[in-house]
């Protein structure tokens, strides 16, 4: 069964304290990865795809990298507007996507 | 602006009611989907469409019906036969028919249950 997991479920940091989001998954066949931040009653916004193990892609202080069973979303020196929900989805090869509940980020000044 | 407009952004049901949520989107995308959230869960997928007057039912379609009579246009109805259907409904397109990758999300309609 396709599934992906999202760690932490809460992340608090100081500004400029750098670290990294998780996102385990299990697929049949990955097609690729995806990366979203979702404010409070908003819609995602998507940051990123990333399709093979050693991809990496990177968005102002936000790095993605993926692996043949994980992703990490990196955050260097974040400011209090990264301060988020992060979620994760996988595209299998043979069904739809799916989506892990999400690491709840908040950067504090 | 090209992007999906959802309508309403909020919206309550009393028991026993239909409601139709509206998706409108104008990034001449052929694929739509909707999705519902709920707290500390991934989103799921209740239907799709990859082309005008065909969708397909998703992992969670019991209780939802929608129709797919324009391009630009993927209403969704939640019946009273869904059972719980207080939660935040989201609409999304995609360019790709392969269906690799949803790019792009419209602003939800939460929903409850009055």
């Known amino acids: 069964e396709d599934q992906v997991t999202q760690s932490p479920e809460a992340l608090r940091l100081q500004e400029g304290e750098s670290s990294s989001l998780n996102c385990s998954y299990t697929?049949?066949?990955?097609?690729?990865l995806f990366w979203y931040r979702q404010d409070p009653g908003k819609g995602p916004e998507f940051l990123f795809t990333?399709?093979?193990a050693g991809e990496e892609k990177e968005k102002e202080r936000l790095k993605a990298t993926l692996t043949k069973k994980e992703s990490f979303l990196h955050i260097t020196a974040p400011k209090p507007e990264d301060s988020a929900t992060y979620l994760c989805?996988?595209?299998?090869?043979?069904?739809?996507?799916?989506f892990g509940a999400g690491t709840r980020l908040t950067v504090k000044p | 602006d090209g992007g999906i407009t959802q309508s309403p952004k909020y919206l309550f049901r009393k028991e026993g009611q239909n409601v139709t949520l509206s998706c409108e989107q104008n990034?001449?995308?052929?694929?739509m989907y909707w999705y519902r959230q709920d707290p500390g869960q991934g989103l799921r997928l209740i239907y799709y469409?990859?082309?005008?007057?065909?969708?397909q039912k998703g992992d969670i379609a019991e209780g939802y019906s929608v129709s797919r009579e324009k391009k630009e246009s993927f209403p969704l109805t939640v019946t009273s036969a869904q059972k719980n259907p207080t939660a935040f409904y989201l609409c999304?397109?995609?360019?790709?028919?392969?269906?690799?990758?949803?790019?792009?999300f419209g602003q939800g309609t939460r929903l409850t249950v009055v």
């Open positions: 989805a996988v595209q299998p090869d043979d069904n739809d996507m799916r």
């Open positions: 990333l399709y093979s």
């Open positions: 469409s990859q082309i005008v007057n065909d969708f």
């Open positions: 697929v049949s066949g990955l097609r690729g």
């Open positions: 990034l001449n995308h052929d694929a």
């Open positions: 999304a397109s995609s360019i790709n028919l392969d269906r690799v990758g949803v790019a792009f």
